[in-house]
């Protein structure tokens, strides 16, 4: 017991810390994860929680939350898993009903989790046929990127969305292109302009100091080498046909409610390196 509070007490000086980083970047998503972490902390070191099952709830917590910030270990090959969703199910109704919601993630995500971990094992830890290694590569181009952006997706909307740019975002947003309105227009005419299954993305490239808007067939296709996403838009019709059947266009402008801008300026700042 003495050990385990030991423990506590050390979670809650690193806990400490990644408060002062995510106050410092003013990261004030990550913000409230971190205070809700110390919250959890302190209420087991209070009543005396010292369970193995509590003590690993507050690790994966901590993890979840490096993860976010970019200071996560290594993934073993083979090993990726499907994040949770940041909120519940039904969080974003009306604009994204909770039908498709659990469709979109729990299936269409789970999908790339395990095209991509079957496609690394293959690449990575199996001896593998000469003639199989541009299939397995394609594999891994499609799979990796729709589990990537699909863990983007996820944390770019919010049930509290401001439904405009902040901070950092909100400046380089009015900077590159003339003004928000200037900026959503464009963005929405990408995401309407996806033939069949894609992307559309904001994006940063830290060699050309800007931002930029791209579509991306399927999940990989005419990519720009470098960029790094900021807010992505499923356009793939899992997305949203069983809500909006073939009204794209309503889709779109319905999910402008729900972008998290405080992620999306999050990332903005993690990836210009302020």
Do not use: C
Request: aromatic share 12%; net charge negative.
């Amino acid at each position: 017991m003495k050990k385990s509070h030991q423990y506590l007490l050390q979670l809650k000086d690193w806990g400490k810390e990644m408060e002062r980083i995510v106050t410092d970047f003013e990261l004030q998503a990550e913000k409230e994860n971190v205070q809700k972490l110390l919250e959890d902390i302190n209420k087991s070191i209070e009543h005396g929680l010292y369970q193995e099952e509590n003590i690993k709830k507050l690790q994966e917590q901590g993890k979840s939350l490096l993860m976010r910030l970019g200071f996560s270990a290594a993934i073993p090959y083979g090993e990726h898993k499907l994040p949770p969703l940041p909120y519940a199910y039904d969080a974003l109704e009306p604009y994204i009903s909770e039908e498709i919601m659990r469709l979109h993630h729990d299936i269409h995500h789970q999908s790339y989790v395990d095209g991509l971990n079957e496609a690394e094992k293959h690449l990575y830890k199996m001896k593998m046929d000469k003639s199989e290694l541009k299939h397995w590569l394609r594999e891994q181009a499609f799979h990796g990127s729709g589990h990537y952006l699909h863990s983007i997706f996820w944390k770019n909307m919010s049930p509290h969305s401001s439904k405009m740019p902040v901070k950092a975002i909100k400046k380089q947003i009015e900077s590159d292109f003339g003004s928000w309105e200037d900026f959503k227009h464009q963005f929405t005419e990408t995401a309407l302009s996806v033939e069949g299954v894609g992307w559309a993305v904001l994006f940063w490239h830290p060699m050309s100091n800007r931002l930029g808007i791209q579509s991306l067939e399927k999940h990989q296709l005419f990519d720009i080498a470098g960029l790094i996403p900021l807010l992505v838009l499923d356009m793939w019709e899992h997305a949203y046909y069983l809500q909006y059947k073939t009204n794209k266009k309503t889709y779109v402008n319905n999910w402008w409610n729900v972008v998290n801008w405080e992620d999306v300026n999050d990332r903005f700042i993690r990836a210009k390196g302020k």
